[in-house]
C-alpha cells in the first residue's frame, strides 16, 4: 500500500469550521483578552473534568510553574518526578529554586513506579521532599489513590501533570471511575492546549483543583500577583484601586485562545473515542509481532495523546518511516540525562528502566484526523521493516 505525496506526522491539530467562526466572533467583540470567554472556557473545563475549580494560563509549562508555586515550592525545596516527560515539568520546580529528583518508571508502562518512589521516600531523613509531580505519560493514567496513599504518608503534595491525559480515567478502589483532572486526589492537575494536544488552542493550559485556597492563589499568581478583590485588600482607595501582594507573572490566556478552546472541547469526546478507536487498530494489527506496544496493561482509562511501541533497531525504523513519508517522534529523552540535569549531578546509569525505554520508544501517529487508510499505511510500513 503506497500513500504518494503524503506527510503523516505523529500528531496533528484539527481546525474546523465552528473553530474558525467562535475566532472570528471573538475578534470582532469588545475582549481579546481578560474577558467573558477566559470565565466560560474555564467553566465548561471544570464540568468536563468533574473539578470544582479552573485556572486558564498561557501554556501548560505556566500552568506548571503555577502550580508548583501554588504548593509552595521555593528555594531548597525538593520535590519528586518521573524522567520520562517533557522537560517541563521538572523545570517548573527548578523555576521556584527548588530541586528535582528523579523517580525511575514501570517499564511496562513507563509511568513512575510507585514501588520505586515507596524505597526512595523510606532511605530519605523525613521532611527530605515536599512534593511529587506524577505525569500521566503518553495518555496512560497514574493511579492517585494508591500514590495519594503514599504522600500522606510522608507529607508530600500531588501536582498531576496530565497534559498528555483530558478525558483519561482509573478506575479506583470503590469502583468509582476518577477522571484526569477532577483532584480528588492531586491537589492540582495541569493540561497543555498546545497543538498536538486533545485540546488546541495554539497555546494555552489550565490548572484544576479543588481547593479554594489554591484556586485563589493561582488566579492571582497568574496576573503579576496582584488582586481587585475587596475582600483581600489591606487598604482600599476606590474603584480603581489594587494590590501587588506577591510576585506572579503574566502568564494570561487571551480570549481567542479561550474560544477556540471551548469550541475545540465541544468535540473532546468524540475525538478521544477515535484516538481510542486507532489505538485498538494499531493493538490488533501488532499482536504477536516483534512491535511491541507500551502499557496494553493500562488501556482502560487510557488517553492517548501518544500510541508509543518499542523496537530493538528504533533508529533504523525511525529513518524507514520518514523516508515513507510518516513523521514518528520519540517522547521521550530522560530528563535526567539532558545536559543541565547532568550538570546538576545527575547521572546516565541512575535511572536504569527509563534509560533502557529510552533506547527502544518510537510514537506512531495518534490524531483523531488520521484516516483509516493512514493507519493502515502506518501499519504496513512498520511490518515492512520488522
Not at 133 to 148: C, H, M
Not at 155 to 177: N, R, T
Request: glycine share 8%.
Amino acid at each position: 500500500m503506497t500513500l504518494t505525496n503524503r506527510q503523516i506526522p505523529y500528531g496533528r491539530q484539527e481546525i474546523t469550521n465552528d473553530d474558525i467562526e467562535v475566532v472570528v466572533q471573538t475578534l470582532k467583540s469588545d475582549y481579546l483578552t481578560q474577558g467573558p470567554a477566559i470565565a466560560q472556557f474555564e467553566q465548561a473545563f471544570a464540568q468536563y473534568v468533574g473539578a470544582k475549580y479552573a485556572v486558564a494560563v498561557s501554556n501548560g509549562t505556566a500552568a506548571l510553574h503555577l502550580g508548583a508555586l501554588a504548593l509552595g515550592v521555593r528555594d531548597g525545596s525538593k520535590v519528586l518526578t518521573t524522567p520520562i516527560t517533557f522537560a517541563a515539568s521538572a523545570n517548573s520546580v527548578a523555576y521556584c529554586g527548588g530541586n528535582v529528583d528523579f523517580v525511575d518508571i514501570d517499564p511496562d508502562t513507563a509511568l513512575i513506579d510507585l514501588g520505586k518512589l515507596r524505597e526512595t521516600l523510606e532511605q530519605a531523613p523525613d521532611g527530605t521532599y515536599q512534593g511529587i509531580i506524577p505525569v500521566d505519560f503518553s495518555g496512560a493514567v497514574v493511579n492517585t489513590e494508591k500514590l495519594r496513599a503514599i504522600a500522606d504518608r510522608y507529607g508530600l503534595w500531588i501536582l498531576e501533570d496530565a497534559c498528555h491525559a483530558p478525558g483519561g480515567y482509573f478506575i479506583d478502589s470503590k469502583g468509582v471511575q476518577q477522571k484526569c483532572g477532577g483532584s480528588t486526589y492531586a491537589d492540582c492537575t495541569v493540561f497543555s492546549f498546545h497543538p498536538v494536544k486533545h485540546i488546541a488552542c495554539g497555546e494555552g493550559g489550565m490548572v484544576t483543583t479543588n481547593s479554594e485556597q489554591l484556586y485563589r492563589e493561582l488566579l492571582k499568581l497568574r496576573t503579576h500577583g496582584i488582586t481587585k478583590d475587596p475582600t483581600l485588600l489591606s487598604e482600599n482607595h476606590g474603584g480603581w484601586y489594587y494590590e501587588m501582594q506577591s510576585l506572579g507573572y503574566n502568564y494570561r490566556l487571551t480570549d481567542i485562545q479561550a474560544a477556540l478552546g471551548t469550541s475545540q472541547l465541544k468535540r473532546a469526546d468524540a475525538n478521544l473515542a477515535r484516538r481510542r478507536q486507532i489505538a485498538d487498530f494499531y493493538d490488533r494489527a501488532f499482536a504477536d509481532t516483534a512491535v511491541k506496544p507500551l502499557g496494553l496493561e493500562v488501556r482502560q482509562g487510557h488517553a492517548f495523546h501518544l500510541y508509543v511501541i518499542q523496537v530493538k533497531e528504533r533508529k533504523e525504523m525511525y529513518d524507514h518511516l520518514r523516508a515513507h513519508g510518516i513523521y514518528a517522534q520519540v517522547h521521550y529523552i530522560p530528563v535526567h540525562m539532558l545536559p543541565y540535569y547532568r550538570n546538576l549531578g545527575h547521572q546516565v546509569g541512575d535511572l536504569p528502566a527509563a534509560e533502557s525505554y529510552y533506547k527502544t520508544c518510537l510514537s506512531l501517529p495518534m490524531y483523531p484526523s488520521l484516516s483509516d487508510e493512514e493507519a493502515q499505511f502506518v501499519v504496513d510500513t512498520v511490518s515492512e521493516y520488522t
